[in-house]
């Protein structure tokens, strides 16, 4: 097992964008083109934004955020002074009409999540699924993303890969999630809480089997860390180091001849340690779909 960690130039601090003239000039600006702006930002540091991201920001008429505390720090690095509106998954019933109809009166609105790619495991899915029904122009601004940059650093193939979210947090839920993916011959990746990492390890090692798999901890911030190994190895590791700090994504290579059958011993003795014995035959059973 491996392990990389740097401190990246620039670190986590917020930094200013110096060099480029402020992006919130009024008179520097094209003005934007009605639509909605799905725009990418950084996933820790602040300088991880394009420039056409920046003036999208600034151009908008309103930035649909999900906090707009996070979203103010990116903005005030940047000398963006957009208004903001909240857009999260408890008050999007309710603020998706009034997006829509400012964007059918000719809005230009810029939808961003707290981190990385808007709809990536964050709302917007279904503004953007209405915007487009309603003809409004849809207009990706791509940056920043926590999976793809998992996987460009993890070391695992990256010809085919299946992006699986964040797991069921439970050890029941989260086997009989993982048990069709065994059979997915491309790399997986997922998102993960630092709180459930080892637990979800050991599910996967016992699901998936040993296979090579990455850690990525805490991308484009200080203590940035890629972790390699077998998932069994990295299981093992993390129930010993405890709850790592900050955010994790977990990478997992595809399966070999070796790795395809689900270990059931593993299985059962990981469901003993959470329930009865019927209840452990049951579940591994409902999990792997063997009797
Ligand atoms: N939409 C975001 C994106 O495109 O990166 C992902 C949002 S999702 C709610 C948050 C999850 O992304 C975290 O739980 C973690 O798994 C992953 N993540 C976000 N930032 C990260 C970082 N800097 N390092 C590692 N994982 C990160």
Do not use: W
């Not at 999900?66 to 309710?94: F, G, I, S």
Request: with cysteine; net charge positive; charged share 20%.
């Amino acid at each position: 097992m491996t392990a990389d960690t740097k401190e990246p130039p620039g670190g986590s601090k917020p930094a200013r964008a110096e060099e480029r003239p402020p992006a919130s000039a009024p008179e520097r600006l094209p003005a934007l083109a009605p639509g909605l702006y799905i725009v990418a930002t950084p996933i820790g540091n602040l300088r991880d934004i394009t420039f056409r991201a920046v003036d999208t920001l600034a151009a908008a008429d309103i930035i649909a955020c999900e906090d707009t505390r996070v979203t103010a720090k990116l903005l005030t690095a940047h000398d963006v002074a957009t208004a903001m509106t909240p857009y999260h998954e408890h008050n999007a019933a309710k603020v998706r009409p009034k997006l829509l109809a400012r964007l059918k009166a000719g809005g230009a609105i810029a939808l961003v999540s707290d981190a990385g790619t808007p709809l990536i495991s964050d709302p917007g899915y279904k503004l953007v699924r209405e915007a487009a029904q309603a003809g409004i122009a849809v207009i990706a601004i791509p940056g920043p993303s926590a999976t793809l940059a998992a996987l460009a650093v993890a070391g695992l193939p990256t010809d085919r890969f299946l992006f699986a979210g964040f797991l069921a947090p439970r050890g029941g839920a989260r086997r009989a999630a993982l048990q069709p993916l065994a059979s997915v011959e491309v790399t997986l990746v997922f998102f993960e809480s630092a709180r459930r990492l080892a637990g979800s390890l050991a599910d996967m090692a016992a699901i998936l089997g040993p296979r090579p798999a990455a850690i990525a901890r805490e991308l484009t911030k200080r203590y940035e860390e890629i972790r390699r190994g077998r998932l069994d190895e990295l299981a093992g590791h993390y129930r010993v180091a405890g709850v790592p700090r900050g955010e994790v994504v977990i990478v997992v290579g595809p399966p070999d001849a070796a790795h395809a059958a689900p270990d059931l011993d593993a299985l059962l003795r990981l469901a003993l340690a959470e329930m009865s014995l019927r209840d452990a035959a049951a579940s591994v059973s409902a999990a792997t779909g063997q009797p």
